[in-house]
């Protein structure tokens, strides 16, 4: 273990300051972020990736047993166990790991759909968990203890057991949000999380865990709606066009509709009745600018997305967006 200021011995344990003894957890109710649009300045936050996977709690008991505890508090130990099936016989400490499950492809990035994929074709093996924090440690609970101290213990602990495996420890950089935020768009992952040094593990949502997102605005066709029983719009399709000319769904954008008589204009361009699903065509005549944060990577679909402003005309000199390269 590092050994600093930080470190007390209780009980011939050595833990952070701030550690309490307590019984090992079958939950823990969660730290949640709270989205910014900007990583904030300072030296006073460490920074890290955001994986796009599903938040999971991992609690060893330290004879190699093990529970994975979602978000929600559904045990999902039989779904999502086997990147730990190569360390429990090497962690003799009960742990309380926060982290993510998700799939990393060839760069170390995740994906949502990706994990779906895993998920549905049973390739357990294709798994990773990205571990953050650490809230339990040996028969003491350590929420109020430092994040950096945390985070300092939790490496120690997986840097053996670990080595090579499917467990990772979630490394971060102090005071460089804007380096890391670049880095994570230019590799395409979902954005960043920021937290307060010094900060205790808190429930719920606070200024201490900030996550920035990676958005981007760009202009898409307006391909179709859906729409509630009543006339009530419910989403509008938007799509790009491809080289040989044909239009490539981009998926459904449900945000920033209200107050812009979007309803009467598309009613008026129909192109053809409501397929099973309820989705109504309309003739490409429609541009709209969208925010979205990051796309779906099996389909191309946008994720998030919302309309800003009033979607335009395309006149007869306009060219329709084209698809990504």
């Known amino acids: 273990m590092r050994r600093d200021d930080s470190q007390l011995h209780r009980g011939g344990v050595s833990v952070p300051a701030g550690a309490n003894a307590a019984r090992l957890p079958s939950r823990v109710d969660l730290a949640l972020v709270t989205p910014c649009a900007e990583p904030p300045v300072g030296d006073g936050w460490l920074h890290e990736i955001k994986h796009d996977g599903h938040r999971l709690v991992a609690i060893l008991n330290g004879r190699g047993a093990l529970r994975l505890v979602s978000h929600n508090g559904f045990d999902r130990t039989g779904r999502f166990r086997a990147p730990f099936d190569a360390i429990l016989g090497r962690i003799r400490h009960e742990?309380?790991?926060?982290?993510?499950?998700?799939?990393?492809?060839?760069?170390?990035?995740?994906h949502i759909d990706a994990l779906h994929e895993s998920i549905v074709r049973r390739q357990p093996e294709r798994l990773a968990f990205f571990a953050f924090d650490l809230v339990h440690f040996?028969?003491?609970?350590?929420?109020?203890?430092?994040?950096?101290?945390?985070?300092?213990?939790?490496?120690?602990?997986?840097g053996g057991a670990a080595q090579g495996g499917r467990v990772v420890y979630g490394d971060h950089l102090i005071g460089r949000g804007a380096e890391l935020f670049?880095?994570?768009?230019?590799?395409?992952?979902?954005?960043?999380?920021?937290?307060?040094?010094?900060?205790?593990?808190?429930?719920?949502?606070?200024?201490?865990?900030?996550?920035?997102?990676?958005?981007?605005?760009?202009?898409?066709?307006?391909?179709?709606?859906?729409?509630?029983?009543?006339?009530?719009?419910?989403?509008?399709?938007?799509?790009?066009?491809?080289?040989?000319?044909?239009?490539?769904?981009?998926?459904?954008?449900?945000?920033?509709?209200?107050?812009?008589?979007?309803?009467?204009?598309?009613?008026?361009?129909?192109?053809?009745?409501?397929?099973?699903?309820?989705?109504?065509?309309?003739?490409?005549?429609?541009?709209?600018?969208?925010?979205?944060?990051?796309?779906?990577?099996?389909?191309g679909a946008i994720r998030d997305g919302v309309l800003i402003g009033t979607p335009r005309l395309l006149d007869d000199q306009g060219a329709l967006p084209k698809t990504r390269q």
Do not use: N, Q
């Open 138 to 158: 040996d028969g003491h609970d350590l929420r109020r203890c430092r994040i950096e101290d945390r985070k300092a213990w939790l490496e120690d602990v997986l």
């Open 95 to 110: 742990l309380v790991i926060d982290g993510e499950i998700a799939v990393p492809d060839d760069c170390g990035v995740t």
């Open 182 to 299: 670049a880095r994570a768009r230019e590799i395409g992952a979902e954005g960043i999380v920021s937290k307060r040094l010094g900060s205790e593990y808190r429930a719920g949502r606070s200024p201490d865990w900030l996550k920035t997102k990676v958005s981007e605005i760009r202009e898409f066709v307006i391909s179709g709606f859906v729409e509630f029983a009543g006339g009530r719009l419910d989403a509008i399709g938007i799509a790009e066009m491809s080289e040989p000319g044909a239009l490539v769904p981009c998926g459904l954008v449900k945000f920033g509709l209200a107050g812009k008589g979007l309803w009467g204009a598309l009613d008026m361009i129909r192109d053809g009745p409501a397929t099973r699903s309820g989705f109504v065509p309309v003739k490409s005549l429609l541009i709209a600018t969208i925010r979205y944060f990051g796309r779906y990577k099996s389909s």
